[in-house]
């Protein structure tokens, strides 16, 4: 069991950066690939981006690449996402998932959320 805490949503205006995090318990966590979701009001959940167990490999949703990082620190248990150049359309709760071995999909387990506002 893999339980995750996300952090570091808020207010921001457009253009704007914030910085994410996900904290996972337990000790198995350089087992997990580590994704971000995010789900706007009256949308469906959208992969934002993700990173293997060992960081080695990152992946990106098109609309983000460029200006999202993804990252983790396996001796923390915890997983980034440096989040620049903030959109209006970007407003949404953002989750963080994990998904044991392998990235792709679906994942085993998810955070409750954190609510990032993007103000125009």
């Known amino acids: 069991q893999v339980q995750l805490v996300e952090s570091g949503g808020g207010l921001v205006q457009a253009g704007d950066s914030l910085r994410l995090s996900c904290a996972a318990s337990?000790?198995?966590?350089?087992?997990?690939?580590m994704g971000w979701f995010r789900q706007a009001p009256g949308k469906e959940r959208e992969f934002v981006a993700a990173?293997?167990?060992?960081?080695?490999?990152?992946y990106y949703a098109d609309s983000v690449k460029g200006r999202f990082t993804i990252s983790r620190d396996n001796a923390k248990n915890t997983v980034y996402l440096q989040m620049n150049s903030l959109k209006p359309e970007e407003t949404a709760v953002y989750y963080c998932?994990?998904?044991?071995?392998?990235?792709?999909?679906?994942?085993?387990?998810w955070g409750q959320g954190t609510q990032v506002t993007v103000s125009s």
């Open positions: 337990g000790r198995t966590f350089s087992r997990y690939c």
């Open positions: 990173i293997s167990r060992s960081a080695g490999s990152t």
């Open positions: 998932a994990a998904r044991l071995d392998y990235c792709g999909s679906p994942y085993d387990y």
